[in-house]
């Protein structure tokens, strides 16, 4: 297991320019395309079921800024390290939270940039969410009336958390490198959001529609459409 970690590792970080190039030509238009969903969402029923809620976690946050190392904030954040970490066949170790001096995630491996970013892009309790939602779906057959207030918590939630979490001290960004951690993460997040805001409208298809519409507008952009 560690010989096939280690080489996913190897791929990984061969990826690492093209990544950094492609997030960067993708600042545009998948700005442009969250814009417009936003934009969308612009009516009485997601502003008060949606965007209410998540401005409340927000604005509660903001005013509370502590929450931010919380035992709940930290413990995500290692599980989402944990989470890329296991997905890229690397076994884990050891996990501490400690609410007083920050949280620890060890596997075997080296490991890779992806691990030691994941948690700046990666909703994780936004994407459990959305994982418990099939299962209740598949039960009683449709989405329970509050399912956007939910979302609108988790998703301002994983936003200020993200935002107080991104200083130039942080060790994570030492890990995959300052220059290359500018270069993905707001285009990682653009990309996360868009795909929220489009699953939250359409579902699962507007999902798929996303990367569709993006793919479209990034050629637009470029000129090759």
Do not use: R
């Not at 190392?69 to 970490?85: K, Q, R, V, Y």
């Amino acid at each position: 297991m560690s010989k096939i970690s280690s080489i996913i590792d190897k791929c990984i970080d061969l990826l690492k320019v093209p990544v950094a190039i492609i997030m960067l030509l993708i600042l545009v238009p998948s700005f442009q395309l969250d814009f417009m969903l936003v934009k969308k969402m612009m009516n009485m029923h997601y502003v008060l079921n949606f965007f209410l809620p998540m401005g409340v976690v927000i604005i509660f946050f903001l005013i509370m800024p502590g929450l931010s190392g919380s035992f709940f904030a930290i413990a995500e954040h290692e599980l989402t390290h944990m989470l890329f970490a296991v997905l890229t066949l690397h076994k884990p170790k050891g996990l501490d939270i400690d609410q007083d001096v920050g949280g620890s995630f060890s596997f075997v491996g080296k490991g890779n940039w992806l691990i030691a970013l994941a948690p700046y892009f990666f909703p994780t309790f936004t994407f459990v969410l959305m994982a418990g939602l099939v299962g209740y779906v598949a039960i009683y057959g449709k989405l329970p009336d509050y399912y956007l207030v939910l979302f609108g918590i988790f998703i301002g939630y994983h936003f200020i958390v993200t935002l107080f979490e991104i200083h130039p001290k942080q060790t994570d960004f030492e890990v995959a490198g300052p220059i290359f951690s500018i270069c993905f993460i707001p285009g990682a997040n653009l990309l996360i959001y868009g795909m929220l805001f489009a699953y939250l409208q359409k579902g699962w298809l507007g999902m798929a529609a996303y990367y569709v519409q993006l793919w479209h507008h990034a050629l637009t952009l470029i000129g090759m459409a």
